[in-house]
């Protein structure tokens, strides 16, 4: 059973930048593809990024293109989330999800879960 386990969130005044790192534990994120969702207040849960297996590609949300990275490192098992130029509409619950192939497409795709980190982008 793979854990994972999100740190990095907080308070950041718009144009600054966070980064959130997930952790894995009870299994390799070489493994699986690595998604990042976000959930707004009374929103839906949405995408934001996405990494495939090894790392050497990735997929962004068009409303973070140029300004979020997303990267994987296998050696030390643990994915990360580069937030720069943040925008007050960035703030939201960030949660951290793995699985296969369509856990990209879909968080319904997606096995395991991060438990969350709030991220506050004030203007």
């Known amino acids: 059973q793979v854990q994972l386990v999100e740190s990095g969130g907080g308070l950041v005044q718009s144009g600054g930048s966070l980064r959130l790192s997930c952790a894995a534990s009870?299994?390799?994120?070489?493994?699986?593809?690595v998604a990042w969702f976000r959930r707004a207040p009374g929103k839906e849960r949405e995408f934001v990024a996405a990494?495939?297996?090894?790392?050497?590609?990735?997929y962004y949300a068009d409303s973070v293109k140029g300004r979020f990275t997303a990267s994987k490192d296998n050696a030390n098992n643990t994915s990360y989330l580069q937030m720069n130029s943040l925008k007050p509409e960035d703030t939201a619950v960030y949660f951290c999800?793995?699985?296969?192939?369509?856990?990209?497409?879909?968080?319904?795709?997606?096995?395991?879960w991060g438990q969350g980190a709030q991220v506050t982008v004030s203007s």
């Open positions: 009870g299994g390799t994120l070489s493994s699986y593809v």
């Open positions: 999800a793995a699985g296969g192939p369509y856990c990209s497409d879909s968080y319904h795709s997606c096995d395991y």
């Open positions: 990494t495939n297996w090894s790392g050497g590609r990735t």
